[in-house]
């Protein structure tokens, strides 16, 4: 993997794990994703980028067995205003 590549993972997962606490999701319903930026990327690539950065951190792993839907979508924006909005929903362990 390139240096690049391999430091925004990095930072992404140090940013997900701000808010992602629990332990791996054995299970996700569905990952929803909606990319803000230019027009540089396709837009699996940057899919498969936010679930790599989330793997073994937020999901167990992005098999399909483990993440069986996932929507998204990109949006135009200028590089300053690049962001990435996401949700993952899942369902709570039974107590």
């Known amino acids: 993997m390139p240096a690049d590549y391999k430091k ?12 992602w606490t629990e332990a791996p999701l054995p299970v996700v319903n569905v ?5 803000y930026g230019p027009a540089r990327s ?3 690539n940057l899919l498969g980028a936010v679930m790599d950065a989330g793997n ?3 999901w167990r792993d992005d098999r399909v067995s483990i ?11 200028p590089p300053a205003q690049s962001k990435i909005l ?3 929903f899942h ?5």
């Open 8 to 19: 925004w993972i990095k930072e992404m997962r140090a940013q997900m794990a701000e808010h």
């Open 56 to 58: 073994g951190l937020i």
């Open 42 to 44: 396709d837009l699996d």
């Open 86 to 88: 996401m949700k993952v």
């Open 31 to 35: 990952l929803w994703c909606k990319f």
């Open 67 to 77: 993440i069986a839907r996932i929507e998204a979508e990109w949006e135009k924006a």
């Open 91 to 95: 369902e709570l362990p039974s107590l």
